[in-house]
T-cell receptor, first 112, second 112 residues
Framework: GQQLNQSPQSMFIQEGEDVSMNCTSS?????WLWYKQDPGEGPVLLIA?????ELTSNGRLTAQFGITRKDSFLNISASIPSDVGIYFC????????????FGTGTRLTVIP | DSGVTQTPKHLITATGQRVTLRCSPR?????VYWYQQSLDQGLQFLIQ???????AKGNILERFSAQQFPDLHSELNLSSLELGDSALYFC???????????FGPGTRLTVL
């Protein structure tokens, strides 16, 4: 299947700091989605991106669809303890299939 | 709460056995997707159904099968279970052509 490389693998940050993570692929995607997963729970959709160059915000979260269509970025501003979890990027190919390919995840730890 | 429900939450069984996982999509959603999440493989797409018909197949083993019923709920059948089948199994749903997928809480399968 498609390989989505997500970085960093893990982050330890102080409460109040900003966070950046990214996802890259060797293939072109027509949709990028960002999910957060808490332990033992299902992924929760945070942001959806549909056009190259698109910048979308959801509260303190901002994500961008890369111009090349092969990457996406997620930023979290002014982190708080409840931001702890694993963040996954997911993409859909241009072939028309709806299934998602997931990145390897970024584990975020926020130190109060 | 995504509106997607999955049962059971946990399942413990022995090698060689067969199990059935159940998923009810969000109200109005016609597409159901099944994903497997394991430590070594991450989140992997298995299969998609749309309005009762198989739409796409991913890395689904021949020992696994799924179906979607007229009321749109779906079942994932896993047979001749092996130790390596132990994983979290997620169901997601979408309206159909929409690209956003909403995940259920998952079923944790443990094969002993």
């Amino acid at each position: 299947g498609q390989q989505l490389n997500q970085s960093p693998q893990s982050m330890f940050i102080q409460e109040g700091e900003d966070v950046s993570m990214n996802c890259t692929s060797s293939s072109i995607f027509n949709t990028w989605l960002w999910y957060k997963q808490d332990p033992g729970e299902g992924p929760v959709l945070l942001i959806a991106l549909y056009k190259a160059g698109e910048l979308t915000s959801n509260g303190r979260l901002t994500a961008q669809f890369g111009i090349t269509r092969k990457d996406s970025f997620l930023n979290i501003s002014a982190s708080i303890p409840s931001d702890v979890g694993i963040y996954f990027c997911a993409g859909q190919l241009q072939t028309g299939a709806n299934n998602l390919f997931f990145g390897t995840g970024t584990r975020l730890t926020v130190i109060p | 709460d995504s509106g997607v429900t999955q049962t059971p939450k946990h399942l413990i069984t022995a090698t060689g056995q067969r199990v059935t996982l159940r998923c009810s999509p969000r109200s109005g959603d016609l597409s159901v997707y099944w994903y497997q999440q394991s430590l070594d493989q991450g989140l992997q797409f298995l299969i998609q159904y749309y309005n009762g018909e198989e739409r796409a197949k991913g890395n689904i083993l021949e020992r696994f099968s799924a179906q979607q019923f007229p009321d749109l709920h779906s079942e994932l059948n896993l047979s001749s279970l092996e130790l390596g089948d132990s994983a979290l199994y997620f169901c997601a749903s979408s309206k159909g052509g929409e690209r956003e997928q909403f995940f259920g809480p998952g079923t944790r399968l443990t094969v002993l």
